[in-house]
């Protein structure tokens, strides 16, 4: 069984900067990607920042362009782990944002997990 599991939300002012934590935990033989996304209520999640890891390719690292200079992702391969830093945060970052991990179970599949989501409140 995996699980994925995120911290750091919270309330912050305009300006002001979160860290967003989410760890992968299970029977896993590997991750390809983990990433952020986010969702406000009535509308689609969308993706935040995503970092992709191949043997060919190495590792690529996609922001949206709303947050591009602002948010920076990073990963701890070895522990499972994805870290999300929220600098310059504005009223418009202010949704559910979940963390989602393509995952290689032992058991030989493949999986998308996702996250319960971490509240960010940014206050204007």
């Known amino acids: 069984q995996v699980q994925v599991v995120e911290s750091g939300g919270g309330l912050v002012q305009a300006g002001g900067s979160l860290r967003l934590s989410c760890a992968v935990s299970?029977?896993?033989?590997?991750?390809?990607?983990m990433g952020w996304y986010r969702q406000t209520p009535g509308k689609h999640r969308d993706l935040v920042a995503a970092?992709?890891?191949?043997?060919?390719?190495?590792?690529?690292?996609t922001y949206a362009d709303s947050v591009k200079g602002r948010f920076t992702i990073s990963r701890d391969t070895a522990n499972y782990t994805v870290y999300l830093q929220m600098n310059r945060l504005k009223p418009e970052d202010t949704p559910v944002y979940y963390c989602?991990?393509?995952?290689?179970?032992?058991?030989?599949?493949?999986?998308?997990?996702w996250g319960q989501g971490t509240q960010v409140t940014v206050s204007s």
């Open positions: 989602a991990a393509e995952i290689n179970p032992m058991d030989g599949s493949t999986l998308r997990g």
């Open positions: 299970g029977d896993i033989l590997s991750i390809d990607a």
């Open positions: 970092t992709t890891t191949t043997i060919t390719s190495g590792t690529r690292i």
